[in-house]
């Protein structure tokens, strides 16, 4: 707002509060206010907006010590009860004060504020739209002497694991109730947002629109999980096929299993590599990475347990668990 509009307008009438109210209990009042209009409150009330943005300028000009100043001094000459020092002397003169505050950005604390402010409103939730944060895309006003950017949108959208691997077109339903589509991208990771640029409200004074911004949530696999690009899967191998090696297959994501060759030897947790199988995006290819895991046998027949009990006495004499307890002593 230009400070010449300033005669007309009580600022502190519109905060309700008194002329020489602190800067502690200005904010509090102002933090109060904007909590009961915000637009993430009152969910399209064109005069809870329009509220809002008044306490927003009003708190932008009274919380600014030069600013609040300079108001009382032109509301004060406006009632005929004071006047400005002429040009040139050590106040500034009555150009001067509309020269300066003609713009009527907010200053760097201001925007803190704000910020703080956004911040206590955060998405909704369900699948449904709520509204976003003004000015800036990361929330907050642009500047009170410029239009004013549109509110952003938030939606969510939950995938199957394979779709978020490989990306897809999905239809979504905006606030408005019409469908619109968004491309997710191959390789979308569970609490990704994709921003859609100028899909979101417009601005209510000729400024740039807001964005949609939709959060992703992936449902988990019952057998693959993500390591960045990387793809990992557990593979249960016998005693035998770990001990005397043997070549397996292992499950691949959408696509035919693969075989590998388990060298004889193998413990549980060594990881065997696959290039070029794991989640193709812009930012390149991941590999598929197969954990073995030694599994144990839960019964055993007769035959079997005689089998290993003379594997026992022939197998090497050597404790596994030597140099864990060497350890723990140190």
């Not at 998405?123 to 004013?148: N, V």
């Not at 043997?246 to 499950?251: F, G, M, N, Q, S």
């Amino acid at each position: 707002m230009a400070s010449q509009d300033w005669f007309d307008r009580d600022f502190y009438k519109v905060l309700g509060v008194a002329k020489d109210v602190s800067d502690a209990d200005l904010k509090k009042t102002y933090r109060k206010l904007a909590r009961q209009y915000h637009p993430d409150s009152t969910q399209g009330d064109a005069a809870a907006e329009a509220k809002f943005k008044e306490i927003s300028e009003a708190y932008a000009v009274l919380s600014d010590k030069d600013q609040r100043q300079e108001y009382d001094q032109i509301r004060a000459m406006g009632s005929g009860s004071a006047r400005f020092q002429a040009p040139g002397s050590a106040g500034g003169g009555f150009e001067d004060v509309f020269s300066r505050f003609g713009g009527g950005g907010a200053t760097r604390g201001q925007q803190a504020d704000f910020d703080d402010l956004f911040a206590m409103f955060g998405e909704q939730a369900g699948g449904r739209f709520g509204s976003g944060r003004f000015g800036q895309p990361t929330g907050g006003f642009r500047g009170f002497g410029g239009p004013q950017r549109g509110a952003d949108v938030t939606a969510r959208t939950t995938l199957d694991f394979q779709t978020a691997v490989r990306g897809e077109t999905i239809t979504l339903q905006g606030e408005d109730g019409k469908p619109f589509k968004v491309k997710i991208p191959a390789g979308v990771s569970d609490g990704q947002k994709v921003r859609l640029r100028g899909r979101g409200r417009p601005s209510p004074d000729g400024g740039e629109p807001g964005d949609i911004v939709v959060a992703v949530t992936v449902r988990p696999h019952p057998v693959f999980t993500r390591d960045g690009l990387n793809l990992r899967v557990t593979v249960p191998v016998t005693f035998t096929e770990a001990a005397l090696g043997a070549t397996i297959e292992v499950p691949t994501l959408g696509s035919d299993p693969v075989k590998l060759r388990v060298a004889p030897g193998t413990p549980s947790g060594r990881v065997l590599r696959v290039k070029g199988r794991g989640v193709e995006s812009a930012k390149g290819t991941g590999d598929l990475l197969a954990e073995v895991q030694v599994a144990v046998p839960a019964h055993l027949d007769d035959r079997a347990r005689e089998a290993l009990e003379r594997f026992h006495e022939l197998e090497p004499k050597e404790n596994p668990r030597a140099d864990l307890m060497s350890k723990a002593r140190e």
